[in-house]
Every structure is written in C-alpha cells, then in structure tokens.
C-alpha cells in the first residue's frame, strides 16, 4: 500500500511538465488549428533557457525566477515565430503549416547545438529542496512533492484565465468560429500571436520545470513529442482538464511500468491512447471536428489529367537517362541515385494516400521501416532466401497498413493523423524494446541481397525498375476507377456514398495499397544498407516523407517524386557542412512561405501565368 | 451610408454577384430580396469582406472598405448578424455577449446587457445557459444581441426570420421597429415579404447576383410582376 501510494505520487510529479507541455499544444491547436510539430522544440529549448539562467541566478529565488524566466523567453520565442514563420502561411491550404513548423524543428535544433553545445546537461537540484520527504515510510524527493503544488497551481491560473477572462472567452469562442470572432470585430491576428505566445511560453516552463529531474539535451524535442500528443489526442484537442487527466494518467501507468514491466514503458502510452480513442473517437474531452465549417472555399481542385504527350516524352527520357546512369557515372553516384530512387517511391506512397486519398498519415515509416524490418527479419530468424523477403516485405507492411488503417479509419481529420503517429510509434518502440527479436537500438545486420543482386550495378537496375515501376502503377491507379473513387470520397464523402461508393472499403484498400508500396521501399532500403535500424521507423522518417510531399505538392501527381529529388540532393549537399539543419530548415520555411502550392504546383502557376502573359502579347 | 458599387462575387469559379451596386441611406431599414440562392447573403459577405469581391468598391460612411480585416470593418460600427446564427454553442449566453463587446461609439447607442435582456426579455432568464441549450427563437435574438454589443451604427440582419415562430417574427419586427426609432441603418435579406413589408423603407430585389428591382414598397406594391417574378410565393 505504501510503495503504491509512493508510486502515484512520484507519477503525479512526472506528470507535471508533461501537462504544462501538453495543454500549450492544445490550446494552440485549439485556436490557430495548427498542429505545432516545434512544441517539443520550444520545450527544449525552455531547458536550456532554464539552465542558462540558473547558472547566473544564485540561490533558490534565482533557481525560481530562472524558470518562470526560461518560461518567459520561450513566450516571447513563441511570438516571433508565429508572427515571422506562421502568419504569413494560414492562408495556405490546411495542414500546410504543418510543414513550416518542421522546418522550425530544424532549425532550431541547430540554434540549441550552436548556442549550448552538444554536451548533455545535467540538470541543478533545487536549492533547499534537496532531500526526501517520507510519506507513509515511502522516501519522496521534496522536489517531486513541489512538482505536485505548482501543476494544480498553473492549471487553475489557466483555468482562471480561460474561463473567467475575457481574452479567455474570446479564446473559447475562436476554437469554435474564427472567422465569426473575427466579423464581430476581434484582432484574429494578435489572438493568435497571443495564444501561440502562451501556450509557447507554457512548453517552456514545462521544459525548465523538469531540469532537476532531467536535465537538458539535444534529443528532448523528438522525446517528449510523442507523449505529448498522446496526452493531446487522448484528453481531446483543445480540452485543457483533458489534457490535466491524460498526463495523470500516462504518467502514473508510466511510473507502475517502469517498476513491473520495464519493457513496455514506450509501448504503453500508445496502447492506453489506442484504447481510448476505439471507446472516445475525439478523445475524454474533444468535441467532434467538423472539417471546413465555415470555411472560405479555396479555388476548385483541377482534375487531374493524364499526362499530355509531351510530359510523357519528358519522363520516358528521364527514365532512359537513370537506365542509361551506370555508363557514364561512378559507382558512388549510383548509389546515391538508388537512395533517391527509393526515397521517391517512399513518398509517392504517401502521396497516394495524401493527395488522391485525403487521408494524412503522419505515421508512414511504420510501412516503410516496417517492410524493412519484415524482410531484416526473415532473413535473421527464418534464414529466407533474399528473393523471397523481398517479396514478403511488401505484403508484411500492406498487412499492417491494413490492420491498422481499418482501426485509423474509423476517424477523421486531425485525430485520423494522430493515431496514425501513435501506430507508427508503437511499432518503433516494440522494436526498439524487444531487443531479442530486433536487435533493438543495434538494429538487423548482414541483411545483404542474394549474390547475383549484390553488384552495385545490377542492384541499381533493380531499384530502377521497382522505383519506377511502383511509381508508375500508382499513377496508373490514380486514373483507374479506383483512383475515382477514392477522390470522390476525399471530396465529398456523402455524395461518394450516394452514388454507391463504400468509401470506407475504398479507403481502407488505399491505406493498405500505400503501406504495402512504402514497405516495397523499405525492402529496397534494407537489402540496399545491408541493415536496419530503429530509426527507420521513427517520426522523424514519417516527417521526411510528409515534407516532400507537401514541398512537393500535394495536389499534382508528379509532386512526390519532385519533392523526394529536390529534398535528397539538397540533403546531399547540405550534410557536409555542420549546420546543415539551419539551412535545411530555413529552406522549407522559405519554400512554404514563397510557394504554398508546392514546387510543382507553384511552378506550373508561374508558367501559366507566363503563358497568360505571352498570349496577351500576341 | 453604405455604397456598394458595381461588386463581382466568386466562389471558385462559380460567378454569384454580378455588377451589384445600390445605396443604403443613413437611418432607413432596405430590405435585399430574393429567392433560394439569389445571393443575398454573398452580399452580406461581401460586405463584410468575409467574400473577397474579385472587383467593385463598396464604402461605408464614405471609407472604401474593400480589402479591410473583417475585424476592422466591424470596428467602424458595421455590425453582421449571420443568417446561419453562428453562436458559440459552448459559451453561455453572457459570455456570446461578451465576444461582442466593443469600446462605445460616438454617434451610436452604447448598449448595455441590460439594456438587451429589455428588449429580448427570453434571453435575460437563460443568460447562463450555454448557447446549445438555447431554442432555434433563442439563438436568433443571441445573435442579434451579441451584434448589438459591438454598439454598431449599422446592422446587416441576414434572414432573421428564417426557420423561427411566427410569435418570434412578430418579436423580431418590433425590435427592428426599435432598433430603427434608436437611429441604426438597417439592411436586412428577407424572403418572407411580409416580414419585409413589415419593417423596410425600401427594397433591392436581386435573382442570380443580378440586381432586378430597386425601390421603395409602394413602388414594388404597384407592379405584382416583379414580385410574382423574383419572389417566392
Ligand atoms: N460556400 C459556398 N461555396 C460555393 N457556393 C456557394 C457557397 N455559398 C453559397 N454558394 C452559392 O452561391 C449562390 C448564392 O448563395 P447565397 O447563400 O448568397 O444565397 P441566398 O440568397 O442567401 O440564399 P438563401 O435564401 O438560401 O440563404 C447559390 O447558388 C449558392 O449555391
Ligand atoms: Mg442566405
């Protein structure tokens, strides 16, 4: 009884930073429905802030002010970033923010590693706060028991704020009508400037809060993203008591696993969140999303056509250049190609899924590492032929984008997304965990392919053609029937249905069909490496290819492809230099802000409107 | 007061206001009739700038207005009343008022949540509910009110009558009756003509964005065609 007790205190306290993150994500997501991949950044970045400031403060009042100061500076970060990267994209199509907020991520992370170095740091103990306190004989460090005062704290001066202010109720009133806010004469703009300002400034509190349980380090940001939107997602986006009980409830599951079963620590959440949406589809709290209410009607979709002639002398010619590469070009250029080539295939995948389809998936890797690791698998375990994990790979990773697309599926939106993350993460954590099986951290190696595949040439044709073959059956199906379908239900689902269209079947055939092509890549990958490792699973590879595709263009076909060139080479050339992800960063930013249709869709206005300009002339 | 000249209005590529133009005069109520789909509340949106309009000018109070925020629009004292309601149904009564709330305004009347629960005494009994809890009469006089709190010199009531009780239409012609006694412009889309009759000085009839008919009641009184062309029976 008494460990127990113990143990929900020390839950409750970890509970602590992991709400005050969470609830600046929701009520930022509430208000601008910005999804904001930086908050773990802005999160980490209030640790380092926090230890700056302690370094300098001394005693326990400037322990105190340096985290209501780390909280304040990371406000203040919060603002410029929202009024420099965001205001000039929320006019962009939806989730187009999305990827400027990656780019923030990048960038930065490159800030934190040029301004505070690479060495993790370890985080100052709170002065006078040193100790334990005994409860029912159980040691408690005191810090904790002050962790379990200052959240209750915090959530009523929020809830204070929300509910009781005027500034809060416009708050409430823009989660649900901006643009009737707005018509009833309230600043849209600063409204949001302010509430991204806050819920920043509230992930840094959260970020300096935890210094002396945690520490500062690079790999925060990507860390506690994850628990955050699970904590999000399971209270209901936008609800801020639902945020307050999911982190309790996350955190102290969490702190029970640590002690009874070590390994399932990662895998938990994401089965708790799982459970929870399959009973509560918008989550404890949510309310239901009703996409587009009230929304300004953006400019018809163009029909998408067949290519014209021309484009398909362009990409035969393109495709007789890579098939003629291996008789001009050195074999360290062949490799990299292949990487493209595989990369390309990878995102067309989710452009499938995300541009024909509608459905945004924010948990792609999950097919791509998957069909990886199925084939990495096989050929450890079960000594498969090469040829025939090949072939099983796809079909792994179709089976699980089936199983799991049938569970996402039954939502839509934002939450349809989140719960693809929380798939894709459970898979890399039961990877990451299950050591004995996959090697966890030390990934599969001596995955190499059957030895006539193994000269670099003859693997490069085999690429070239699943890559380009692959890509091409997905345009195919995009003009099929099939592909009609599932446009029609993207569109306008009930006017799908009315004319006899199951689209949740169309859906969930589309949702396997990308899986089993993104694992197809990933077999490309494994057998390309000769390994595999738990990274191919994470979010970070989902963002890759989200990226792409949307730098790319999610309206036009070519877009995945496009976007997988243009962001390999420009990787290529960038990781040579250190800060690469300052300039990778920058350069996405840039890219959403000058080209919110994408590379494709942006150049084909600019030469329409070339051509506007030469047929006036004539 | 408001001048709209010559407006072009797009969803997409669907072309829905053509060529709009018409006046509304300092202190007179005009009624905008037509029927389903004619485009009356386009024009409100226009206004608003809620539609961007893809050409023409419309001022208020002598300011060009095309291109402003909408927020700035509703800060000169045009305030719009959405035919669709558009309350926060998770905000209470008081609280819908309170996101209406702007600074007075010289020349308007400064009205007062008291001053609205008088004239809609059905919302002052069910100021704490929340918004969802309210009947469809209930949430058309809320958003009224929460328009009446921004204190504007200018209201656009688009279809105030739709979808509630005759009893409430009776209600809704005397408030207009004393909102217009106050000094406040009205302009307001009907297609319910008696209503329209009821309160308008004058009217602008418009069928496809094509404005049809632009007079006052006894002028429209005296040519049955019109009406029995333009508008619904
Ligand atoms: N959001 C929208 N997207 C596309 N078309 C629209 C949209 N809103 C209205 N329309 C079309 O524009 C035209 C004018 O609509 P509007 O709502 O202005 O008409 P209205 O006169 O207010 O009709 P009602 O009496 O039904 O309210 C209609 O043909 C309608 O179908
Ligand atoms: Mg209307």
């Known amino acids: ?23 600046g994500l929701s009520l930022i997501f509430g208000v601008t429905r910005i999804v904001n991949f930086a908050h773990g950044s802005l999160y980490m970045l209030g640790a380092y802030i926090g230890y700056t400031f302690m370094q300098v403060l001394p005693g326990g009042l400037g322990f105190w002010s ?48 040029i301004v505070f170095g690479p060495e993790d740091l370890l985080g100052p103990r709170a002065p006078g706060l040193r100790g334990v306190i005994r409860v029912m004989g159980e040691p408690i460090p005191k810090y904790d028991i002050t962790l379990l005062v200052i959240t209750p704290i915090v959530a009523l001066t929020l809830w204070y704020l929300i509910t009781q202010t005027r500034v809060g109720v416009l708050v409430r009133a823009a989660t649900q009508d901006r643009e009737m806010v707005s018509a009833l004469g309230v600043n849209q703009a600063w409204l949001f400037t302010g509430v991204f300002g806050l819920g920043s400034a509230l992930a840094g509190l959260g970020g300096a809060l935890q210094l002396p349980k945690g520490g500062a380090d690079l790999l925060m940001d990507f860390h506690i993203l994850a628990p955050v939107f699970v904590v999000v997602v399971i209270g209901g986006m936008g609800s801020l008591p639902g945020a307050y009980l999911a982190a309790v409830i996350i955190s102290v599951l969490n702190v029970f696993a640590v002690t009874y079963l070590p390994q399932s620590t990662l895998v938990l959440m994401f089965i708790v969140m799982i459970v929870v949406l399959t009973i509560r589809p918008y989550g404890l709290f949510g309310r239901e999303e009703v996409a587009g209410e009230h929304g300004q009607v953006g400019e018809p979709e163009r029909p998408i056509k067949p290519a014209s002639a021309r484009m398909q002398l362009l990409a035969s010619g393109l495709i007789l250049l890579l098939a003629m590469m291996p008789f001009y070009t050195a074999s360290f250029s062949l490799v990299f190609t292949t990487d493209v080539l595989i990369f390309c295939l990878f995102a067309a995948s989710l452009h499938f899924l995300l541009g024909l389809g509608g459905l945004v998936s924010f948990g792609h890797a999950a097919y791509y590492g998957g069909g990886a690791y199925v084939a990495a698998l096989l050929v450890t375990h079960v000594n498969t032929p090469m040829e025939l994990a090949f072939l099983l790979a796809p079909l792994g990773a179709g089976i699980a984008a089936l199983a799991i697309g049938w569970v996402c599926l039954r939502l839509t939106g934002v939450y349809f997304a989140m719960l693809t993350l929380a798939f894709a993460q459970l898979l890399w954590s039961l990877v990451f965990q299950w050591g004995e099986v996959t090697g966890g951290d030390d990934g599969l190696v001596n995955i190499w392919p059957s030895e006539w595949l193994k000269p670099t040439i003859i693997y490069y044709y085999l690429t070239l053609l699943f890559c380009v073959g692959g890509i091409l059956l997905l345009r195919h199906i995009a003009h099929s029937p099939f592909g009609y379908a599932l446009r029609a239900a993207r569109d306008s689902q009930r006017q799908a249905e009315s004319t006899g269209i199951d689209t949740r079947k169309i859906q969930l055939l589309a949702f396997g069909f990308a899986g089993f092509m993104g694992g197809l890549a990933g077999a490309l990958f494994v057998f390309s490496k000769g390994s595999v490792f738990p990274n191919e699973l994470e979010i970070a590879r989902s963002f890759d290819a989200l990226i792409v595709v949307f730098l790319g263009g999610v309206k036009t076909l070519a877009g995945g492809v496009a976007g997988g ?48 300009i030469k047929s006036r002339h004539m | 007061m408001l001048k709209v000249n010559a407006i072009n209005s797009f969803y997409g590529k669907a072309h829905v206001l053509r060529n709009l133009s018409f006046n509304v005069p300092k202190g007179h109520v005009v009624a905008l009739l037509g029927r389903n789909g004619a485009g009356k509340s386009t024009t409100m949106k226009s206004i608003m700038q809620l539609v961007r309009p893809s050409s023409g000018e419309i001022t208020f109070k002598d300011e060009d207005i095309v291109r402003l925020p909408s927020h700035q629009i509703a800060r000169l004292g045009l305030g719009y009343v959405p035919e669709d309601r558009r309350i926060f149904t998770d905000l209470t009564v008081i609280e819908n008022l309170l996101v209406g709330w702007q600074s007075p305004r010289e020349g308007a009347v400064t009205w007062t949540q008291e001053m609205l629960f008088d004239l809609f005494p059905n919302l002052a009994e069910r100021r704490n509910n929340r918004g969802k809890a309210l009947s469809g009469g209930e949430q058309q006089m809320l958003t009224i009110a929460r328009t009446l709190m921004g204190n504007p010199s200018f209201v656009l009531l688009d279809e105030p009558s739709e979808g509630v009780a005759p009893v409430i239409i009776e209600q809704m012609i005397k408030v207009i009756g004393q909102l217009k006694s106050e000094g406040l412009t009205v302009l307001l889309s009907e297609q319910n003509l008696h209503f329209a009759q009821a309160v308008a000085d004058s009217t602008v009839i418009i069928e496809s964005g094509v404005k049809m008919f632009d007079g006052t009641l006894e002028t429209l009184n005296s040519k049955p065609e019109i009406r029995d062309a333009y508008l619904a029976a």
């Open chain 1, 565 to 612: 060139v243009f962001f390999k080479g420009i990787e290529d050339i960038l990781i040579k230099f250190e800060y690469w992800r300052l300039v990778m960063g920058l350069l996405i930013i840039f890219v959403v802000i000058l080209a919110p249709e994408g590379i494709v869709g942006s150049l084909r206005k600019g030469a329409e409107r070339l051509n506007l």
């Open chain 1, 66 to 113: 340096s985290i209501l100061l780390a909280g304040l500076s990371v406000g203040v970060i919060g603002v410029l970033v929202e009024m420099l990267v965001l205001r000039p994209v929320y006019k962009a199509p939806e989730l187009f923010q999305l990827v400027a907020t990656f780019g923030v991520i990048l960038v930065i992370q490159d800030i934190a590693l």
């Open chain 1, 1 to 23: 009884m008494e460990f127990f007790v113990a143990q929900i205190i020390t839950g409750l306290a970890n509970a602590s930073s992991l709400f005050l993150v969470a609830c």
